[in-house]
């Protein structure tokens, strides 16, 4: 529908100048309607990771096994990048070794807007730090 969510968020972010990504879905399947309009309207087609603008370099993906086509994601990290941590990162990180926290949890605790919250816990996900669990973020 025209006035899905996922509609009006792609226009609320093509409207700030960011890039708006859709992954097609079935052509026989009405849940896909919503992602062919916006890739028709110009949004920019993804079907692998490295399709993805501004991905961060640090991120590879590797071949899970000869007989697979699943991909995973996996961290090229150093001793380096691990003690290269942000205030926010280290916060996170020490509330998260505690006990497993909501985005909100994290973001109030940390006195972070929910944004950057959800931006630095993307960065340590990215790290290798950090993992989503059932609605939880948990130290990895």
């Known amino acids: 529908s025209r006035f899905s969510g996922t509609l009006i ?12 990504c859709a992954v097609p879905g079935s052509i026989l399947s009405g849940t896909s309607r919503s992602c062919h309009d916006l890739i028709r309207e110009g949004a920019t087609i993804v079907e ?7 991905i961060p370099r640090h991120i590879i993906y ?9 991909f995973s994601l996996h961290c ?3 001793e ?3 003690n290269d ?3 926010e990162e280290e916060c996170i990180l020490n509330l998260l070794a505690a006990a497993p926290r909501t985005l909100r949890a994290v973001s109030e605790h940390c006195h972070l807007d929910l944004r950057k919250t959800a931006l630095s ?4 996900q990215a790290k290798g730090l950090v ?3 059932r609605g939880l973020y948990v130290r990895s």
């Open 9 to 20: 968020t792609a226009g609320f972010a093509a409207d700030y100048g960011r890039d708006v």
């Open 48 to 54: 692998s990771i490295d399709d993805i603008p501004r």
């Open 62 to 70: 590797r071949k899970e096994s000869s007989d697979t086509h699943s």
């Open 76 to 78: 090229n990290q150093t």
């Open 80 to 82: 380096n990048e691990q």
């Open 85 to 87: 941590l942000s205030k």
């Open 121 to 124: 816990l993307t960065t340590l």
């Open 131 to 133: 993992r989503l669990y």
